[in-house]
């Protein structure tokens, strides 16, 4: 998982700046000589692996990669050369968080930590369907 995460994220600082480009569209990607599809389907073969990874070894927790990178979006912008990196540390972060919160709750127990993961993530996924639908 280690070196899944390690390898995605160096390739993913490696093509931040093709995903930049094709955020402003396949006419402006082409007319700047860059190949739309060959940018996609690069970067779907480095994120299936990663989420597979993710979710194989976090279950519940994995929840964290769908919720972070949104946070940093709405903070940082658009530019993906920050964001990657930025979701990566902040995801850790997170998660480290919830862990401590969760074994000093209600110590000596344990809270599983996808509560707290949840009790941030919902409310933020609330927010992000509702201002998509109105």
């Known amino acids: 998982m280690f070196w899944v995460g390690i390898i995605g ?68 912008g658009e530019d993906y050369r920050r964001n990657i990196p930025c979701s990566f540390l902040l995801g850790a972060t997170l998660l480290t968080f919830a862990d401590v919160a969760a074994r000093m709750l209600l110590d000596p127990y344990e809270t599983p930590i996808g509560v707290f993961t949840a009790l941030i993530g919902i409310p933020f996924f609330i927010a992000v369907a509702r201002k998509e639908r109105g």
């Open 9 to 76: 994220l160096i390739i993913g600082i490696l093509l931040s700046p093709k995903i930049n480009i094709l955020s402003l569209g396949d006419d402006v990607a082409i007319g700047l000589g860059q190949n739309p599809e060959k940018i996609r389907f690069t970067t779907l073969m480095v994120i299936i692996p990663m989420c597979a990874a993710a979710v194989a070894v976090g279950k519940n927790i994995a929840f964290v990669g769908l919720i972070v990178p949104q946070i940093v979006r709405k903070i940082l």
